[in-house]
């Protein structure tokens, strides 16, 4: 004969028969609801220990610290666009020396995110003030972006980035680094997807790439980011809704 029985606590009997009478009666609970309970054992046990059990308690984790990651360097102010920018009338292999900027190689990944088809297309903006801060390690795009202050403040555009490009139009020293290194910019696609789009120069001219923001590939130490000094706002009456990082917006 098994002992099973006799091993529940006495204790334990007294909870299970107290469950009983208190679980709802035919009149408080109807027959759909009570069989939806009967078939879905793993959710009633689980609503039970959420009502039953003691919670764990839950220790804030500490947020990203700017400081820990980035040196601000400064900022920069971008001038205001009065028409749309339309990204492959801007964005074009020329390193003669009539070049409006000097750039030498697009990237697959940027030519299809933001120059297929009929290209990314930005509205008019006005004025604005970016930062720009130094990576002290080594570090993927999620943490940079956390600590800039989330999407709202790391998003820039592409009109930004090309000003500074253009004062930097043959390399020049200026607030990009010329030196091989990456300048960071995080800007949504035509599909309004953000990217890490990277510019840095290669001798002959501007390297334009973006790469995926959930990508696992890190950033160097004393890569340049560049974010914005307050939400973007746009100098005409709406501006695109905004779609979360790495989802498309079909």
């Not at 208190?22 to 046990?45: H, V, Y």
């Not at 001038?79 to 292999?93: D, G, I, L």
Request: aromatic share 10%; charged share 20%.
């Amino acid at each position: 004969m098994s002992t099973a029985l006799n091993e529940v606590p006495g204790w334990y009997i007294e909870f299970q028969a107290a469950l009983l009478r208190q679980a709802p009666r035919p009149g408080e609970i109807d027959q759909m609801t009570a069989e939806g309970w009967t078939s879905n054992q793993k959710g009633l046990k689980k609503n039970l220990a959420n009502c039953l059990l003691p919670q764990t308690p839950v220790v804030p984790v500490e947020p990203i610290k700017l400081e820990l990651l980035l040196d601000l360097v400064g900022t920069v102010t971008t001038p205001a666009t009065t028409s749309k920018f339309v990204a492959k009338e801007k964005f074009v292999r020329d390193t003669g020396r009539k070049a409006t900027v000097k750039i030498s190689y697009l990237g697959d990944n940027f030519t299809a995110w933001f120059l297929s088809g009929d290209g990314k297309t930005e509205d008019p903006i006005s004025e604005q003030t970016l930062r720009y801060h130094k990576l002290r390690k080594a570090s993927v795009d999620g943490p940079i972006i956390t600590g800039l202050g989330g999407e709202a403040k790391a998003e820039t555009t592409l009109s930004e980035m090309f000003s500074l490009m253009e004062k930097q139009k043959n390399g020049e020293s200026g607030t990009l680094l010329n030196n091989g290194w990456a300048n960071i910019f995080y800007i949504r696609d035509s599909a309004g997807v953000l990217r890490a789009v990277n510019v840095y120069w290669r001798g002959d001219g501007w390297s334009v790439n973006a790469y995926s923001a959930l990508d696992p590939y890190r950033w160097f130490v004393g890569s340049q980011v560049f974010s914005r000094n307050s939400v973007l706002e746009s100098s005409e009456p709406s501006a695109p809704a905004q779609v979360p990082l790495g989802a498309s917006a079909t």
